[in-house]
């Protein structure tokens, strides 16, 4: 019920925010945007997108590597200008901070359809676990650890109290904290063996299409109800939105899709610098920006759509 609660209150805070910001050339101040990624792929690959639009348009895109306790403080601070991964409801705590603070903006929900909880291989699921019940009668085939992402993560967090808790009896079990690149590699070894493994998965996410993994029911208290279902939010740090309103219109415009992001992740994963893949997928893709460039200009005040297609080789 808290979650959902967060949840309208993000909307709300969206209902009364996104008022039309007016498209009009913006001061040189506007002209660097600051991004935080905490090295997940997804948030690489929407970055990567940003960027690409970005720099169509005349701007300066400065992506920063920070975990995300340190991406929101740096948001607090005004180091941070916009962060296009806000998950929730796995944020809430953040949110309440961020809120409670009045440190942020939300500037739109760019995805719907995510998911993010804890997750086997199918093998495993077809020796009966299938739920977070399940894994304690497992223990030794998953040598009582659970293989989660970079220390600090939110969902790092929920696994920790959810075995100070000792619930679902694993009170006695370890958090692996890696990164998402070290969790992957060790989900593809242990594949190999055919040996159990449970981990943090999320959709969208190309692990979805190279792993045959199942998510686990169960987890509703610590993830939220189907499957730790999400959206993600894209947030600016208070005040930005009024100082740089034409670029925060391109940026409440910009939305994603689960079939996009795969696609991105992918080519990511496979060594492709994100904006290029981002480049790349909107020569493939234009019409996308019609939607994302309606109401919005160059930095310079020209027009938004023809400098973009110039830019972009469209």
Known sequence: MKQERMISGLLAILASGLTTFAAHAEDDTCQTIRLSDPSWTDISATNGVASAVLEALGYRPDVKMLSVPIGYQSMKNKEIDVFLGNWMPAQTAFIEDLKSADAIEVLNKNLEGAKFTLA??????????????????????????????????PANANIQKMIEADDFGLGEWELVESGEQ?????????????????????????????????????????????????????????????????????????????????????????????????????KDNPAVLNAWLDGVTTLDGKPAEQAAKAALGL
């Open 120 to 153: 086997v291989p199918d093998y495993m699921a077809e020796k009966g676990v299938k739920d977070f019940a399940d894994l304690a009668a497992h223990a030794d085939d998953f040598d009582m650890k659970i293989y989660g992402i970079e220390p600090g993560a």
């Open 182 to 282: 070290a969790m992957l590699a060790q989900v593809s070894r242990v594949e190999k063996e055919g040996k159990g493994i449970v981990f943090l998965a999320w959709a969208p996410h190309p692990m979805n299409e190279q792993h045959d993994i199942a998510y686990l029911s169960g987890g509703d208290d610590y993830f939220g109800p189907n499957f730790g279902g999400a959206e993600v939010y894209t947030l600016a740090r208070k005040g930005w939105p009024e100082s740089c309103p034409n670029a925060a219109r391109l940026f409440s415009n910009m939305t994603f899709d689960i079939g996009m992001e795969n696609i991105l992740m992918g080519e990511i994963l496979n060594g492709t610098d994100p904006k290029d893949a981002a480049e790349a997928w909107l």
